[in-house]
């Protein structure tokens, strides 16, 4: 209202068009940002909840307050100052609300909705400056694919990675027994043996000799003093059991639904009735072994899960029927050694070791990155992050919202150990295992017969994942050959909907380029098309420098990225 302290007419329209303007904006983004609070909520479900809870109160009270200061006051109070201000501006604040949820409806449909729930195919890129190198932070399957892909195609690269060798999670080892080597995978076990999955990985392993063997994922689960595995006679386990096991198979081979594409897991098993006996020692145990973790298992995208399942395609069945899974008898870091090898040979490759980055910037229009050890590398033209997404938003300087977008993938840590301490593992709970029985899946651990899945049906050898949720096994000391901690990312329709959606909508700009398999989903096949992606955008030669890189060049490239002409 009009009054001697706000000055002059021209100061009190200025006012009160800035109090209408800030007013029409902060109702106009509240009902956008609290549904995705909800859906954050729903999808994610690993958040502060308290934080949560209290910035969806706040935006509640922000909404509604005025509707319900204007709809239900008495007459008598109509001298309230603020009350009158409200009044005047009832259809600006209805007009804004409304224009806000539409708005946000629209975006969501033609973000999420309105195309397929992918990441998108790249455009092979043949306008660049080959004169400028390129960095690639990581020798994972993403760094290693990328960096092969850019040296073969004329391109000048090098490699920074944080550790002494190469590989990533794919860390093969060397077991001498009986003066026998055996060497087995510690990070990446198999591979799906279907036809029309993980093609990229085998087009690798088919170009440098490396073998692949089926066999299965014999899993087994003991909870609540109970146990069930996916060998054998099913006739061993009850009625009740059996027929949750036959409906889930039909579920998971039946046409996705909607439902079923928005739906976490948890909501997925409640909705058709499962229980939590079934959930536990059937789906837990199983999806253990094919996540590496069960953490969050809950939130996964029920597609997803139910796409493991399928009899076409899918890495397993809850009830053995043939091999659908593959495992390299060579050894996967072996054969990216090979890789690295290749890549080298031509003369445009480096490989910088014990090289941890931990400043990427831009300065002059080229990039810089700067290790721990304070050195400094620039003059990059383009700089492919192919580590994980925690690490790729801490690193990079700047960017705020990109950052925070990519750090909305969120990853957990778990020990790994490779070992012969039975007791400690799979000697408790699994005596009714048999022999055929090769993944063990309890309360606080996931353990693999890892030297009889690799070949050798005598060996003792076992990899066990734990100290996640629960304090880490007490393995004998004695019996550890190797142990390390890694982490591994979730899988919910939160991070898939970022990771496919919203990363696509900023990534490759500036020359800066996200890569890892959590852009298209999880695994090494899905690490290796995010390698071969960014290296398309980056820019690369149609065909090969060499003659001998095809066809794995030209797959590779058919693949992932869309080629013109």
Known sequence: DR???????????VLETVATLSL?????????????????????????????????????????????????SRKREATSVALRWLRRRKY????????GSLAFVVSFYFVVLSTDFVTPT????????????????????????????????????????SLGEIGGHSKSWVETSNGQNLTIDLGFIFSNAAADAYVSYKHFAGHFNRSLISTALNTSGYFGGEYWDNTGDPERFDAPLKEEIAHFMELANGETSTFSYFAPLAMWLWYHGFSERFYKLCIRSTMSVLFVTKMGLPKQAAWAVLSFFRSDGGYTHLRYDLPKVQFSPGGSQFM??????????????????????????????????????????????????????????KIVAGQFLQRYIVSQISYIDAAVTLHTDAQATVGAGFQQ??????????????????GKIFGDPSSDLLLTVHGQEHERLNIDPAKVRWTTTWSHHSFSIFELGMARK?????????????????????????????????????????????????????????????LSG
């Open 3 to 13: 009054g001697p302290a706000l000055g002059s007419p021209r100061a009190e329209a």
């Open 336 to 393: 990216w050694k090979d890789v690295a090898a290749d890549m080298l040979s031509t003369g445009r490759a480096r490989v910088r070791l014990n090289s941890l980055v931990t400043l990427v910037q831009k300065e002059r229009g080229r990039w810089t990155l700067t290790l721990a050890d304070g050195s400094s590398h620039g003059g990059f033209g383009d700089v492919v992050l192919a580590c994980p997404a925690d690490v790729s938003a």
């Open 92 to 99: 600006v604040i209805a007009a804004s609300l409304l224009l």
């Open 122 to 161: 790249p455009d092979l890129n043949t306008d660049y400056d080959a004169s400028l190198p390129v960095a690639v932070v990581g020798s994972g399957p993403s760094g290693l694919s990328a960096a092969w892909m850019l040296a073969k195609g004329g391109r000048r690269v090098t490699i920074f990675e």
């Open 433 to 450: 295992a048999s022999e055929e029985v090769l993944y063990f899946v309890s309360h606080g651990h996931m353990t693999g017969k890892i």
């Open 502 to 562: 919203f990363v696509p909508l900023f990534n490759h700009g500036g020359g800066l380029h996200f890569s890892g398999d959590w852009l298209y989903g999880i695994g090494h096949n899905d690490a290796i098309k995010s390698g071969i992606h960014a290296a398309c955008v980056v820019g690369v030669t149609r065909r090969p420098q060499d003659s001998a890189s095809d066809p794995l060049y030209t797959h590779l490239l058919e693949r992932t990225c869309r």
């Open 24 to 72: 029409c904006i902060v109702l106009a983004f509240s009902p956008g940002i609290f549904a995705m609070c909800v859906l954050a909520l729903l999808w994610q479900g690993s958040l502060n909840l308290m934080v949560h809870t209290l910035v969806m109160l706040l935006l509640l009270f922000v909404m509604c307050c005025p509707c319900c200061t204007i709809c239900c």
